[in-house]
């Protein structure tokens, strides 16, 4: 697709990969609109990217409905949703409570899913639409004390793969892109940036990778990125 003018939808779009994936669009010529919990972060980011933004959050189900039609709105239109609010909790086997499930996966499961129910129409009438999920290469493989995190984007890769099978025949692309760790504000109680690290990714090469997968011809689609670091263990 022509990234110039496209509408797109970015949740979790005030920092780490969100943010770089809205500077990245929007130098492309997109209009992108982000959304995250903090409206002042929100608001900030988005007149630093000059984009749009929209504070909400994705676990507020009951909201979801009214947002994602006020996104439209305000896009005028939309091309592309991409997923990426997320989070994390990490407990290890023997220490893991309902409560981490039900944290987990009302943002990276259920939000997910219905605010994308909420999009769904917009692509179905028009007979186009890109559905972009940010996983994790963690959907891949488990580690140690990632039960939860794990489990949640193994379900989201699950989600993938059943709308894809639902979905191409209408012409919409559902896409999945695994990156491997990259030093963000992800799972920081204070929400600060990690400083970058020479061995590992960057924001702004996933941010690139999402860039080039959207840019395919509609004709075409790659069902799923991994995108992994050369050699994580370059600094050990």
């Known amino acids: ?114 605010l994308t129910q909420e999009i769904l129409p917009h692509f179905k009438k028009q007979g186009s639409g890109n559905i972009i999920n940010i996983a994790s290469t963690a959907a891949l493989k488990g580690f140690a004390r990632g039960s939860i995190y794990s489990a949640s984007k193994f379900a989201l890769r699950a989600l993938t793969q059943c709308w894809q099978a639902e979905l191409r025949p209408l012409n919409i692309r559902v896409l999945q892109v695994n990156p491997s760790e990259v030093p963000t504000a992800f799972n920081n109680t204070d929400r600060e940036e990690k400083p970058t690290e020479a061995h590992k990714l960057t924001p702004t090469e996933i941010a690139h990778s999402i860039k080039s997968v959207l840019e395919m011809d509609d004709r075409g689609m790659i069902p799923e990125l991994s995108v992994w670091a050369t050699n994580p263990w370059a600094a050990q």
Do not use: W
């Not at 994936?21 to 990217?49: F, H, P, S, W």
């Open 1 to 114: 697709m022509n990234l110039k003018d496209a509408k797109i939808l970015l949740t979790g779009g005030s920092s780490g990969l969100g943010k770089a994936m809205a500077e990245v669009l929007t130098a492309a010529g997109a209009k992108v609109l982000i959304t995250g919990r903090d409206a002042e972060k929100v608001a900030k980011v988005a007149q630093e990217i000059g984009c749009l933004g929209l504070a909400f959050d994705v676990a507020d189900y009951d909201v979801l409905a009214s947002k994602a039609a006020e996104s439209v709105q305000q896009l005028g239109g939309i091309d592309v949703l991409i997923n990426n609010a997320g989070i994390g909790e990490f407990p290890a086997l023997g220490e893991i409570k309902l409560e981490h499930f039900e944290r987990v996966f009302s943002i990276n499961v259920f939000g997910l899913t219905l």
